[in-house]
């Protein structure tokens, strides 16, 4: 797939995200005039990170990692020399939790076929999740066997998976938004944005 087609396939899901009448949280994206946040980055990015699901900010402003959590990642991303722009940043799932509680199960389920059609789509070397639930579905979904192993068991080392005919890369890394009170934590999250370098 060319980049241009990429960029229409990528742009069909947005289109449909807004259309997606069925989401389990479309009802509360309308009524608090919230928008999707399918995610931005560079097409052809060789990481695409995922996080869990939107927040307020994001939710308001269409655009993934934007508040707080936003600027803590931007920071990593510096802390690499890692333009923020030459990666994929999205969300398993794609409206925002009402207050910002965890996803469920099933609004898991209805949202991450977009993750896995965008994963697809960009083809990136490294598909890197940030915190339990996008490392939980996307071992899952790419068939990493982490025998019921904690995120604080696995996080920063690289997993090889697979899905039909296509092989990724897989990294676990705590959620930004977790070091927000807890610097220690930062530092490991820092430490741990290291092993992103091998793939840029
Ligand atoms: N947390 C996420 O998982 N995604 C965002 O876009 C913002 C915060």
Redesign the pocket.
């Known amino acids: 797939m060319n980049i241009q087609q990429k960029k229409e396939k990528l742009e069909e899901i947005r289109k449909e995200l807004i259309k997606a009448k069925k989401a389990p949280l479309y009802s509360y994206r309308k009524e608090n005039n919230y928008l999707p946040?399918p995610g931005e980055g560079r097409t052809n990015a060789k990481i695409v990170m995922v996080?869990?699901?939107?927040?307020k900010?994001?939710a308001e402003t269409g655009r993934?990692?934007?508040?707080q959590?936003?600027k803590i990642l931007d920071e990593l991303f510096e802390s690499i020399n890692l333009d923020r722009e030459s990666v994929f940043?999205t969300?398993v799932v794609k409206d925002r939790p009402q207050k910002n509680r965890d996803p469920t199960k099933e609004e898991i389920a209805w949202y991450a076929p977009y993750l896995d059609r965008q994963i697809e789509i960009i083809a990136p070397k490294v598909v890197v999740a940030?915190?339990r639930f996008?490392m939980e579905y996307l071992f899952d979904r790419y068939g990493v066997d982490i025998e019921k192993k904690t995120i604080s068991e696995l996080h920063g080392s690289v997993f090889e998976g697979k899905v039909g005919a296509q092989r990724i890369k897989i990294v676990a890394l705590y959620?930004p938004?977790a070091s927000i009170y807890n610097q220690k934590l930062k530092s490991v999250i820092k430490e741990d944005f290291k092993v992103l370098k091998q793939f840029v």
Do not use: D, I, Q, R
Not at 51 to 55: F, K, L, Q
Not at 64 to 67: S, T
């Open positions: 946040v996080g869990e699901a939107p927040g900010n994001e993934p990692f934007c508040g959590t936003g940043v969300s940030l915190g996008a959620h938004s």
